[in-house]
């Protein structure tokens, strides 16, 4: 029986033609053609910070891309108002966090019914009326887009520094606030970055980083409440582009660290907190490969790192006084296999988070040794630690989620080891568990490699071949994906859907060797991993080939563009989010404004004949194949720094001359950045355009999704 071709009415939609503009280029002996080049704005920083200066026949192109993607998926609008409504009643829409204790006073934020953004709250602890520190669906006001990085409240309770966004580009506005009476002091801080404002303890100053016209973040400031912002001073200046710098608090109050680092590199310096004009220390100078996190307690440092061949980390202590590399001795010998993910180190007690084969958990110890984990019994689930602003405290709080279990947020008292429950995600519209199980599955890879795959799918679902299956990769710069809960998944699961994460190399998820083994030469090991998760899936009878539609966003977009040119036969979509695909090109641009630090993940192709050659052989933009692709669908932002609107825009077009099948189909977000609206319910509605487009390549528009008791 010959199956339904869900698109063959949008392929007799003609796609915008699009003008090409030939320019060639040589590297390393070897010349390659783009004839999309101009699609990048000359002008492209003052883009990021003002997208109306796009060039005219570039937003031409653009929104042409747009209105065809309109005309292509027409008819799913009415599915995508129902994915809509189904994602949005799995919502409380006044839902609000649980409290977390600060001295005299406790802080929360919460969301009223129909609010996009959320509320930033306090109360004293002896009681009395609650108070708003920051309204962020009043204080959206006209903006296209808004974001709200970061809302910091002083050491002395009476200020909060508040850090927004309003163009999607990730320049950052730092403003002061009077919490007490909600008055704005005329302080601003213009080009910060997300992060916000890091206070000293006198309440009066606070440091916060500085990005450049290029997007980096390249000088910590000191700012002194009524003092003009430029004549801040200057504490620390990055002149090395291939280090991203950052600013936090120790957990004890007492230390401010300034770190700079990539992603296999770094080093910290650090000043007492109520000392902020003081010179900066550095603990230990940067050595290639070796990278270290710090943390305070009485008169130590401890500090996190893989030096000295802790691949998966280890913890060792220094004196505050004396902290170099010569006075560091071990606290807690490295395990390799099992990757120290972070730490905190409280009054009492250190807690760590660790993961093992994809699987993370909670570990208390005291100072002398004694320690205990946490157990959970799910074949697959997420943890998360949240450390709350106390040192002296012997209560830990953290959430546990699974694919198919709410999200709970616990306080774990650490002497009697007794955890309590205080909250357990609502899903208004119901959710029975008990319709869903969740597995754990290996795939084989390249030299022997198990590649853990989780599963998600309805008990009712068969694995005779028949269902449809999104599969999900990220696969780079060591971070791993959860295993957590998302109601926004569960309209696919639903109706019949199998929803499968593979844990690739390239990510930490079995450690960071595992990271290691996907990055630089052998980037590969990330691309034909996924394609192994896909073969897996089809030999366990959860899917066939043609009923996988692949999703990944940014690198992730990488990954399943890499992953389609080796094997465009596995697939029956594609699903790319703000995709960096043309990464020959990107990564041989020392303008841009990752490019530097990207060095030591992909290689330099500028200076190297053989990472040119490694990134070459997988750049999605240069290896297109000259044969049937399925339907793809890519999305972008042009205020996007991250990964640039023009990646996706000429991946697109170079698909429809090279590749045939489809449609190809670019949704670009005219009035975001990378990760498009901030706004919760604007999220909603761009994932409804992702499920629609994935439903129509299954042939399920019309599709019900099975019933949950409320």
Do not use: C
Request: aromatic letters at 10%.
């Amino acid at each position: 029986m010959t199956q339904r071709d869900p698109f063959a009415e949008a392929r007799k939609i003609d796609a915008p033609a699009i003008e090409k503009r030939p320019v060639e280029t040589t590297q390393h002996g070897e010349t390659r053609v783009d004839n999309y080049a101009w699609l990048r704005d000359s002008a492209w920083q003052e883009v990021l910070r003002d997208p109306s200066k796009l060039t005219s026949d570039i937003r031409e192109v653009l929104d042409a891309e747009n209105a065809y993607y309109a005309a292509v998926t027409d008819d799913l609008e009415p599915l995508r108002k129902k994915l809509f409504a189904e994602m949005r009643g799995r919502i409380k829409e006044d839902d609000s966090d649980v409290p977390a204790k600060d001295g005299d006073w406790k802080y929360w934020t919460k969301f009223r019914d129909g609010g996009e953004y959320p509320v930033f709250l306090r109360e004293k602890i002896a009681g009395g009326a609650e108070q708003i520190i920051y309204d962020g669906d009043a204080e959206r006001g006209q903006s296209e887009f808004f974001s709200i990085g970061d809302v910091a409240h002083s050491p002395d309770h009476k200020l909060a520094a508040i850090a927004t966004d309003r163009l999607g580009s990730e320049y950052y506005t730092i403003r002061i606030r009077d919490m007490a009476t909600g008055d704005e002091l005329p302080d601003l801080i213009e080009s910060a970055d997300g992060s916000g404002a890091v206070w000293a303890a006198d309440s009066k100053s606070f440091f916060y980083v500085e990005r450049d016209d290029n997007q980096r973040s390249k000088w910590v400031k000191l700012h002194r409440l009524g003092d003009d912002p430029a004549n801040d001073r200057l504490v620390y200046e990055e002149t090395d582009d291939a280090y991203f710098i950052g600013v936090h608090k120790s957990q004890s109050g007492e230390y401010i660290f300034i770190s700079s680092s990539n992603h296999v590199t770094g080093e910290t310096r650090f000043v007492r907190a109520d000392a902020p004009d003081d010179a900066l220390q550095l603990i230990a100078p940067r050595e290639p490969n070796v990278l270290y996190d710090v943390d305070h307690h009485g008169d130590q440092f401890f500090i996190q790192t893989n030096d000295d061949g802790a691949v998966d980390y280890k913890i060792v202590t220094a004196p505050v006084s004396a902290p170099g590399k010569e006075n560091w001795k071990d606290w807690l010998a490295h395990k390799p296999g099992s990757q120290i993910v972070t730490f905190t180190a409280f009054k009492d007690y250190l807690v760590r988070v660790e993961r093992e084969n994809a699987l993370p958990r909670l570990v208390i110890s005291t100072y002398d040794g004694d320690e205990h984990v946490v157990s959970f019994d799910e074949a697959a689930y997420a943890l998360g630690m949240h450390a709350g602003f106390e040192y002296d405290t012997s209560v830990i709080r953290f959430t546990y989620e699974s694919p198919s279990t709410p999200e709970q947020t616990f306080d774990y008292a650490m002497a009697s080891r007794k955890r309590t429950l205080l909250k357990t995600q609502e899903v208004p519209s119901g959710h029975d568990a008990a319709l869903y199980v969740v597995e754990r599955i290996e795939a084989d890879g390249e030299g022997g490699a198990k590649i853990p795959v989780t599963i998600l799918r309805l008990k009712t679902t068969p694995k005779d071949g028949s269902a449809p299956a999104l599969l999900y990769g990220y696969g780079s710069y060591g971070l791993s994906t959860p295993a957590s809960f998302s109601t926004n998944i569960l309209p696919l699961v639903d109706r019949g859907a199998v929803y499968a994460i593979a844990h690739i190399r390239g990510g930490a998820d079995k450690g960071r060797q595992w990271y290691l083994d996907g990055m630089l030469g052998k980037k590969m090991n990330t691309f034909t991993d996924f394609n192994a998760a896909a073969e897996t899936l089809i030999k366990g009878g959860y899917a066939s080939p043609g009923r996988i539609v692949s999703y990944g966003g940014s690198a992730g977009g990488l990954l399943v563009g890499a992953a389609l040119n080796l094997r465009p036969d596995l697939y029956g979509g594609v699903i790319a989010a703000v995709p960096f695909v043309d990464v020959v090109n990107t990564i041989s641009d020392a303008e841009l404004p990752l490019t530097p630090p990207e060095w030591e993940e992909w290689g330099n192709p500028v200076d190297s004949a053989e990472a040119y050659g490694w990134i070459a052989a997988y750049s999605p933009y240069d290896n297109i194949q000259h044969t049937d692709y399925p339907p793809i669908m890519a999305t972008g932002g042009l205020a996007d720094y991250r990964v640039t609107y023009w990646e996706p825009a000429k991946w697109i077009a170079r698909l429809r001359d090279e590749a045939t099948g489809g449609p190809f189909v670019l949704r670009m977000n005219m009035g975001a950045g990378h990760g498009g609206s901030a706004a919760r319910f604007e999220r909603l509605d761009e994932r409804a355009h992702l499920y629609a487009f994935a439903l129509k390549v299954w042939g399920l528009e019309e599709a019900e999704p099975v019933k949950h008791e409320k």
